[in-house]
């Protein structure tokens, strides 16, 4: 079928791949809408929440997040943890292959483990394992099935650092990914799927892999079986929501994530269904409290006060979401009632504010993105009531890689952002907390407190905490949270076993196309 003749160019190419495709359809494919090119293959270094879902079907770790949020093996068999929780052996499961062919070793886990952990790679999850300059984490392999990891502390996050999906999975590579010189090539990694063609701007390929071996429980988030049921999946990208939209009711497109506002049209049209799930991405308003004028406290409380978070949310979910101030998901079970608590909605008391302040009118600069998510809607819902109190806010529209560049320098002074997910409630306080330009909450006290989290076992305890990093938060406001974010996918009846999960991030293994 014909694509409609106001659509982009990129939708136009989409049509013409598709058909070209449906020319040799012995092969089954995927046809699936993606809102943004990768940001390179090297895995846990180039990143963002797109590129992550790429590399999560290519790589895999020793541990995985289940459905649940959590814990479970993956490239491991099984693991155990001394009394003093310095000690974690992990036994690995045999068989596995990696996509040249080669066997996995405790040698390539120790290969892939050194790499990570050298500066010059720059892995994003490096400070994690450290202790200042000096590594808090050593690993051994007594044998070729063998890894043990010794910490200098007891650490509550390690398996779950571990198994982030921005880390990479601390994925175990074949040291065929690269070069003589160390210079990086390309993932060969363990995953069911590995890279097949990359058109930059078009198109990036998942194929099947042929020689997985997958694990034999259930399929269970990013755990368990990982069974291959499509030749290949590819990921168009089309950055524009109405070009995805109108590609999917042109018959280009199997799978595609969709807005809200969208969904009763998309009911409409004939063998679909909409897919709903309620997930651990947060949707929130940065603010960059180093900026000369946002570093006055009352400026940015006022600011919380004139946002009516719940209208932000009804209007961007249609009714279907729930605003929430907290950097912790309410499917975590760390989410008390004092996770609800926020600013309230009063622009008295936001105007009050900015006369104590002396505010005079300055202009704020909000920077957002018109990929899918909402990020220009939020924002723009948001500049309308700031406007309300009386603060001057300008809207910037910008390409996605170039706000995450300013988002990574902290080089702005408002940001529609979203995070992926962090499972872990110490780990929802530490991906906007610390002294990197990137980390918006750079409050020294807030900053220990969140390490303590991460080191504490003991539940009750780190409630305690999760509790008073979420009232410090509140008080200070780096950031003003909006919500956890509801997703939304639009598949056609062909095609099976598609399932929306709390991680939001797609996952094509268990996915047929009839």
């Not at 292959?97 to 010059?120: I, L, P, Q, Y």
């Not at 069974?227 to 950055?239: I, Q, S, T």
Request: glycine share 8%; net charge neutral; with cysteine.
């Amino acid at each position: 079928m014909k694509l409609h003749k106001h659509l982009i160019t990129s939708a136009a190419a989409l049509a013409l791949v598709v058909a070209a495709a449906g020319q040799a359809k012995a092969e089954k494919v995927l046809d699936v809408a993606f809102t943004q090119d990768i940001r390179g293959t090297n895995p846990g270094v180039d990143r963002d929440g797109n590129t992550d879902t790429v590399h999560m079907h290519i790589v895999e770790g020793l541990v995985a997040y289940a459905a649940d949020f959590s814990i479970k093996p993956m490239l491991a068999d099984s693991w155990t943890v001394s009394d003093d929780g310095l000690t974690y052996t992990f036994k690995l499961r045999p068989g596995v292959k990696f996509h040249n062919g080669a066997d996995m070793t405790s040698a390539e886990v120790k290969w892939s483990w050194d790499r990570f952990m050298d500066k010059a790679t720059k892995w994003r999850c490096r400070s994690y394992f450290m202790n200042g300059d000096a590594p808090a984490v050593t690993m051994a392999t007594p044998d070729a099935s063998t890894i043990v990891y010794t910490l200098d502390s007891p650490n509550a996050t390690f398996l779950g650092n571990l198994a982030r999906f921005d880390c990479g999975n601390t994925a175990v590579l074949h040291p065929d990914s690269v070069d003589a010189d160390g210079k990086w090539k390309a993932p060969i990694g363990t995953g069911p799927f590995k890279f097949g063609a990359i058109e930059p701007g078009r198109y990036i390929d998942l194929v099947k892999f042929d020689g997985y071996n997958s694990r034999t429980d259930a399929q269970d988030g990013y755990a368990g079986r990982k069974d291959v049921l499509v030749d290949r999946v590819r990921l168009h990208v089309l950055p524009e929501a109405s070009v995805i939209k109108t590609a999917y009711q042109a018959g280009d497109l199997d799978l595609i994530s969709i807005e809200a506002a969208a969904i009763p049209e998309l009911e409409a049209v004939p063998n679909t269904t909409v897919i709903k799930a309620e997930t651990a991405v947060w949707d929130t308003l940065l603010i960059n409290s180093r900026d000369p004028l946002l570093k006055d406290v009352r400026i940015r409380q006022a600011m919380a006060h004139a946002i009516d978070r719940d209208q932000i949310i009804a209007v961007i979910s249609e009714g279907q979401g729930r605003a929430n101030p907290s950097p912790v998901p309410p499917v975590s079970s760390y989410f008390s009632d004092e996770l609800w608590k926020k600013l309230p909605y009063d622009l008295d008391k936001a105007k009050a504010l900015l006369e104590e302040a002396g505010y005079k009118g300055e202009p704020i600069s909000i920077v957002a993105n018109k990929r899918a998510g909402a990020y220009y809607e939020r924002a723009l819902i948001a500049q309308s009531m700031l406007r309300k109190a009386g603060i001057n806010t300008e809207l910037k529209v910008l390409e996605w890689g170039t706000q995450l560049d300013m988002y990574k320098t902290g080089k702005y002074q408002m940001q529609s952002f979203s995070y992926s997910p962090r499972l872990d409630p110490a780990l929802s306080f530490e991906m906007i907390s610390g002294t990197k330009a990137r980390k918006v909450w750079q409050d020294p006290e807030a900053i220990a407190l969140v390490k303590k989290a991460m080191v504490t076992s003991v539940a009750a305890e780190r409630q305690k905490m999760v509790n008073q990093l979420h009232a410090m938060f509140i008080e200070q406001v780096p950031a003003i949270g909006l919500g956890h974010r509801m997703e939304f996918y639009a598949v056609r009846d062909k095609v099976t076993g598609f399932k929306g999960w709390g991680a939001g991030k797609m996952i094509f293994w268990g996915v047929d196309v009839k």
